[in-house]
């Protein structure tokens, strides 16, 4: 990319009424290999953030959010030491979500469940949760 320009990344967090959050492992075939993480991706040409969360959380989980539901909690301009190329925008969507519905993606994710803050801050702890930092 040129100086100046940048891609939109999102970052879909799925809360449901307990108060926890649905994560995705990572396939061994994808960069941080079997990293548990939230869902998420890039944009394409066209798509803004809202469409781009409710896109890859369907190609990642086969789940349909409700748009409703969701709501743009940060806006982030994630930098190497180097550079910036990239806008994250964080979601957060409060939506139950039957875990034996979700469709994982071959080429994607591999595994999925539900998580509270606690056992994600531990994940992080122990290195098996991406932040992408």
């Given amino acids: 990319m040129n ?20 994560i995705s492992q990572r396939t061994p075939n994808k960069t941080r290999p079997n990293m548990w993480e939230c869902t998420g991706g890039n944009a394409v040409v066209g798509d803004d953030s809202l469409t781009t969360a409710l896109k890859e959380t369907k190609e990642e989980l086969g789940i349909i959010l409700e748009p409703q539901n969701g709501r743009m909690i940060k ?11 990239g806008l994250a925008d964080v979601w957060l969507f409060r939506q139950n979500v039957d875990i034996s519905t979700v469709i994982l993606a071959p080429d994607e994710t591999c595994n999925a469940m539900w998580a509270s803050r606690d056992e994600i801050n531990r994940m992080i702890d122990e290195g098996t949760f991406t ?3």
């Avoid at 320009?5 to 809360?15: D, F, P, Q, R, T």
């Fill in 131 to 133: 932040t992408w930092e």
């Fill in 75 to 85: 806006h982030l301009l994630p930098c190497s030491d180097i550079e910036c190329h």
């Fill in 3 to 22: 100086k100046g320009e940048y891609h939109l990344e999102v970052y879909v967090w799925i809360e449901n009424d307990n108060g926890e959050y649905l």
